[in-house]
């Protein structure tokens, strides 16, 4: 499994700008994809945006044009630019990484004010 620490949650008023970082650690497999879901309270976790090792990009429909995935191979990180931000995308966003199995991290919190 890979350890994955995330950073860069917080407080921003609509129409602000946060960016996301999760670096991977720890094992010995390709990291195959990396992303983003997100959990609001009393919903389901949701993708928001995931980045293959090919550099193919993925994206909720409620994020395209305002999210931007980014990854550095080099150094097993991955990042989420957020533009634009809404209400709405205030949720816990937790960083994933498939190898042979799923790895989460442990979710960093991003609360978007009116």
């Known amino acids: 499994q890979v350890q994955l620490v995330e950073s860069g949650g917080g407080l921003v008023q609509a129409g602000g700008s946060l960016r996301l970082s999760c670096a991977a650690s720890g094992s010995s497999f390709t990291i195959v994809t990396m992303g983003w879901y997100r959990q609001a309270p009393g919903t389901q976790r949701e993708l928001v945006a995931t980045?293959?090792?090919?550099?193919?990009?993925n994206y909720a429909d409620s994020v395209k044009g305002r999210f931007t995935i980014s990854r550095d191979y080099a150094k097993n990180t991955v990042s989420l630019k957020m533009n634009s931000l809404k209400p709405g995308d205030t949720a816990v966003y937790y960083c994933h990484a498939y190898t042979t199995v799923a790895s989460w991290g442990q979710g960093t919190q991003v609360t978007v004010s009116s």
């Open positions: 980045i293959t090792l090919g550099g193919s990009t």
